[in-house]
């Protein structure tokens, strides 16, 4: 009899210990009609009355009445709370029923222009709505009996008395140091608060189970999205990494780590492939680190060349502009920028399908241009355009259609729209490239132009060339420098510094005047091992007979640029025909070029040709040794 009687108070010994070891019941009841040691905080502003514990506050600004309170699940909270005005911004109240450290979570009765009744949980960084309902405390005196329920997997009830209002899930907080008062009021508002009824009771748990991973997403090509099942933050390292069967492939930066989602960065794409994702040990509000910090992953997104452009009608008339495009994928929310020569870029935002695709809405486009489109930054498709149609083809009745595909200009040819039917087209292999001028920007930093654009050829490139040198608003252009493959060419040009053009940098080599054929130009010539900027030259005639003038005679700038203007390049040993900014009449006339603030650069004076044989002729320097200002340094 002895034995069984130890038995059963055994197990009545272990179910206690056991029940002491998970969980501890409290309780606190206050009817908040008389003072109570326990409060702290600005308890001079405690009013204790018949009715509760009203607001007293002397002037405009805050108060808090904080008490300890351990219920934190399994839990239960009360309190009526009264408030005589209509609550706004800037009165209004809040009952944190559950607070640990510097967080906590609240009902907050106002505090924005809806008037809203909303739990909110709040942490260092910010405060998040986790249930609300809409204009609850819209009125002249609001009065809520509040009652919160929660169990022990963070699931929550709010009701006003014994009518639900709403119910939500939440488990960054589970366990609680205290629970508070909190209101924010106006000068007239100072004593118009009334709370009565407290009641918190429930079960304080330990929490000695670290955060846990629930998914890892990626948000776009650059970022991925760690989901943990709690509020953490980083414990140690700023650095996640992708494994593959084990190994090492990629590093990225964890930006955001203060919240139950982590952000994790890279300045180029992530590479596409499955993965294992390896983060740095998380810490959650109870101070335990987290133990698996594994999760698989597969990063996958639209690549170049997932869809090309083929078919292009850039007239208004004849159902309008529109632009076919063929894809391997259907892809959301695409950006389609129009690049006009001018650097003018107009962006449209369109969905695509798998397969073939008509943008049409709102599009607008200009006879010739270059279209890139683009998802989360990756480039899928860059296609330029040119204005081909014959007079009678630009009524609208003709299109471009691309017979194969490569990404140039040259892969469309005109057809009719009556005849045209949208097919699947293969690609083309591309052909070499060539450099055809140089440009240089504000800081001196040289740049390539091509004779087709560049983007078809950068998966000749190495990744890391291809993401910091090819800029989409610069399409035919390349920083020089670049060691490249033979289908792009060369720019590995060994430049000295190019320098702007003064006295000494450049030279009038050739005046076409009274020409019987083409057309009135001025020559420049750069005698010197260095490139020379054309930029800010004006040229100034001044004839016997007729009017002083003087205009500028800048080369054309970069096109197809919005980025800031490059200016062109005469290359060492290099000539370089300008059209002349007015007329040069046939008649003995000074000619004069100006650099940079009116610098004198060189100058000559030309007369008709004594000689009927040389009429028409052009005016040619013969040596860049003598000055142009010498008539015998000049022939026909």
């Not at 004594?610 to 000049?634: C, M, P, V």
Request: aromatic share 12%; hydrophobic share 40%; charged share 15%.
């Amino acid at each position: 009899m002895k034995t069984q009687r130890f038995r059963y108070a055994l197990i009545f010994n272990l179910y206690l210990i056991s029940n002491t070891a998970f969980g501890q019941f409290y309780h606190l009841s206050d009817s908040l009609t008389s003072p109570n040691p326990q409060w702290t905080g600005d308890t001079a502003w405690m009013n204790y009355t018949k009715q509760g514990l009203q607001s007293n506050a002397p002037s405009a600004g805050s108060l808090i009445w904080r008490r300890s309170s351990l219920a934190g699940l399994n839990a239960e909270w009360r309190l009526n709370v009264s408030m005589g005005f209509n609550p706004s911004s800037a009165n209004y109240c809040e009952f944190r029923f559950i607070e640990n450290g510097s967080n906590y979570y609240a009902i907050q009765l106002g505090g924005n222009t809806s008037d809203n009744l909303s739990l909110i949980l709040h942490t260092p960084l910010k405060d998040t709505v986790i249930g609300h309902i809409p204009n609850y405390v819209n009125s002249n005196n609001p009065q809520v009996s509040l009652k919160i329920l929660r169990d022990s997997s963070g699931h929550f009830l709010v009701y006003d008395d014994d009518s639900l209002l709403f119910t939500c899930a939440d488990s960054t907080l589970m366990r609680s140091e205290s629970l508070s008062i909190y209101a924010r009021f106006t000068s007239t508002r100072v004593d118009k608060f009334l709370f009565s009824t407290l009641l918190a009771e429930g079960f304080d748990f330990p929490d000695t189970i670290g955060p846990s991973i629930l998914s890892c997403a990626i948000l776009n090509p650059f970022s991925l999205q760690v989901k943990w099942n709690e509020w953490c933050e980083l414990a140690n390292g700023f650095e996640a990494f992708l494994l593959s069967d084990g190994a090492f492939k990629d590093t990225l930066t964890i930006r955001s780590h203060f919240d139950e989602y982590w952000y994790l960065e890279k300045s180029r794409p992530i590479p596409i492939g499955y993965y294992e994702i390896l983060i740095p040990n998380a810490l959650d509000a109870e101070g335990n680190l987290s133990t698996i910090n594994t999760h698989k992953i597969e990063i996958n997104y639209p690549t170049p060349k997932t869809c090309w452009i083929t078919a292009i009608h850039p007239f208004a008339s004849a159902g309008g502009y529109f632009i076919d495009v063929q894809s391997d994928q259907a892809v959301a929310n695409i950006t389609l920028s129009v690049l006009e020569p001018s650097g003018k870029t107009t962006l449209f935002t369109y969905d695509l399908d798998s397969g073939h695709t008509r943008l049409v809405k709102d599009l607008r486009l200009p006879e010739e241009a270059v279209l890139t489109i683009q998802k989360d930054g990756i480039i899928l498709c860059l296609q330029p355009y040119k204005e081909i149609f014959a007079p009678h083809q630009k009524l609208g009745d003709f299109l471009l259609v691309a017979e194969s595909l490569n990404g140039l200009a040259n892969q469309f040819y005109v057809e009719s729209i009556a005849t045209y039917t949208p097919n699947q087209v293969l690609e083309a292999n591309l052909p070499n490239q060539e450099t055809i001028a140089f440009f240089v920007d504000s800081t001196g930093q040289v740049y390539s132009e091509f004779s087709y654009s560049v983007w078809p050829y950068l998966d000749l490139l190495e990744p890391s060339i291809l993401s910091h040198v090819f800029d989409p608003e610069r399409p035919f252009l390349l920083p020089a420098g670049i060691k490249l493959s033979e289908p792009l060419g060369d720019t590995t040009f060994q430049f000295q510094t190019p320098l702007h053009s003064d006295s000494s940098h450049l030279f009038l080599s050739e005046v076409h005047f009274n020409p019987n054929y083409l057309s009135e130009f001025i020559e420049l010539h750069n005698n010197n091992s260095f490139p020379v900027i054309l930029q800010d030259l004006q040229l100034e005639k001044n004839p016997e007979v007729g009017s002083f003038e003087v205009q500028l005679i800048d080369p054309d700038l970069a096109r197809y640029n919005s980025q800031e203007p490059l200016y062109p390049l005469l290359l060492p040993k290099g000539f370089l025909s300008v059209p002349a900014p007015f007329s040069l009449p046939n008649v003995r006339c000074s000619i004069r070029l100006f650099g940079r603030f009116g610098a004198l650069i060189d100058q000559m004076t030309y007369a008709p040709w004594n000689q009927e044989l040389y009429d028409k002729h052009s005016a040619e320097r013969i040596s860049f040794n003598l000055s142009g200002t010498d008539s015998l340094n000049w022939a026909p």
